[in-house]
């Protein structure tokens, strides 16, 4: 498989530089071929403005959507991004690395996703009316293709259990498992999360980097999280609210999204 690894961490000698070092190695020893987007190493600019489209004219109003899907449209979209988006059709795996800051991805990352996911190519895809709502959720531009997260965290497991107090850990990264990854088409793996890293010693490092090679073995093999796709039927459109009697009665929340057996239970996550 064709594997592009976008990489999110300002230092090279980083538990996350060690680890994305290992995935790659293992994944190579697989016979998959690697391409890494490293941002920091590229001076990545993760900021949303005009220089973004140098067409728009200078007195125009500045609306990024519409700036986006005009651009993208024209073929217009500066070099940095297009040469994102071609890895990104290439690479039948995406896999974003980074340390959780702020129960979320750095902001240099973000700041790739806002880029490069331009209108026409990541969403605005397909018929939009009061019958469909496009193609997205499981369809688009990146459908048929698999995507993960490789994450690490200060906290402890137990932190972001069911209980935790920071959250449990899948809610905290639904919006970038479902809203950045699924919401183009990627059908999304289990996150690799490794926790409590912050004072790792090298046996602690040893455990977590087999395990990260064990999913890297198994990255063409692993079930995908059963989101509901929302052209599958389970939406009501234009309202795009689950339907009446599916989910568990009286149930809220993200694990609606989810479907079939085990879906209101934790543990997508594969725990490092
Ligand atoms: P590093 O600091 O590079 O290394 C971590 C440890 O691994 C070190 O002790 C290092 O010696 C050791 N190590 C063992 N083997 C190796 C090896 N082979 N190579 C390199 N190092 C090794 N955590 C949360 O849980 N939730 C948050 O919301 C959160 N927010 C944060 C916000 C900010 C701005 C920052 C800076 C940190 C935050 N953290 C949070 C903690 C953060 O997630 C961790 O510090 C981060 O995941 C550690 O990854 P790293 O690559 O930076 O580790």
Known sequence: MKVLLVFAHPEPRSLNGALRDVAIRELEAQGHEVRVSDLYADGWKSEVDRADFP??????RFRPAAASGEAFVADALT????????????A???????PLWWFTMPAIL???????YAYGFAYGVGEHSDRR???????????????????????WEEHYSARGINGPIDDLLFPINHGILYYPGYDVLPPFVAYRVDRLDDAG?????????????????TPSIPYRRQN???????????RPGLGDPGATGL??????AGAAGPGWVDEA
């Open 55 to 60: 067409v728009l004219a200078p007195d125009a």
């Open 79 to 90: 070099e940095d991004v297009k040469a994102e988006q071609e890895k990104l059709l290439w």
């Open 92 to 98: 039948d795996v995406l896999i974003l690395q980074f």
């Open 110 to 116: 973000k700041g790739w996703v806002d880029r490069v």
């Open 133 to 155: 709502w496009g193609d997205r959720y499981g369809e688009g531009t990146l459908a048929g293709k698999r995507a993960m997260l490789i994450v690490t965290a200060g906290g």
């Open 205 to 221: 490092f040893e455990a977590v980097a087999e395990q990260l090679r064990e999913r890297m073995r198994t990255l063409g093999s």
């Open 232 to 242: 599958g039927g389970d939406y009501l459109i234009p309202s795009m609210q689950l």
């Open 255 to 260: 694990a609606l999204h989810l479907n079939g």
